[in-house]
């Protein structure tokens, strides 16, 4: 089992800065993919960015991109999300995510998850 704990988030205005965090505890294998996705009121939840164990390689949804940026400590098992010039269309609730390799498969974890909103 994994567990996620989330934290950051909170009421920004456009424009602003706001940085989520997220610890990552129990039986974490060595090859995991972390990440972020979030889901706003009425919509699917999708994802925002996802960063691998061994080359930390980022990927990002293209609304995001060049605006935020998903790092990882692996020692700490930890992933956070710095997100710059936010605008309103990103208030969501963000969650974090691991995928976890478990028994020659992917078992995925999510966070409780933590609002964001910015105001316009």
């Known amino acids: 089992q994994v567990q996620l704990v989330e934290s950051g988030g909170g009421l920004v205005q456009a424009g602003g800065s706001l940085r989520l965090s997220c610890a990552a505890s129990?039986?974490?294998?060595?090859?995991?993919?972390m990440g972020w996705y979030r889901q706003a009121p009425g919509k699917q939840r999708d994802l925002v960015a996802i960063?691998?164990?061994?080359?930390?390689?980022?990927n990002y949804v293209d609304s995001v991109k060049g605006r935020f940026t998903i790092s990882r400590d692996n020692a700490k098992n930890a992933v956070d999300l710095q997100m710059n010039t936010l605008k309103p269309e990103d208030t969501a609730v963000y969650y974090c995510?691991?995928?976890?390799?478990?028994?020659?498969?992917?078992?995925?974890?999510w966070g409780q998850g933590t609002q964001v909103t910015v105001s316009s």
């Open positions: 995510h691991v995928a976890n390799w478990e028994r020659s498969s992917f078992k995925n974890y």
């Open positions: 129990g039986s974490i294998s060595s090859i995991n993919v």
């Open positions: 960063i691998g164990s061994s080359t930390g390689t980022a």
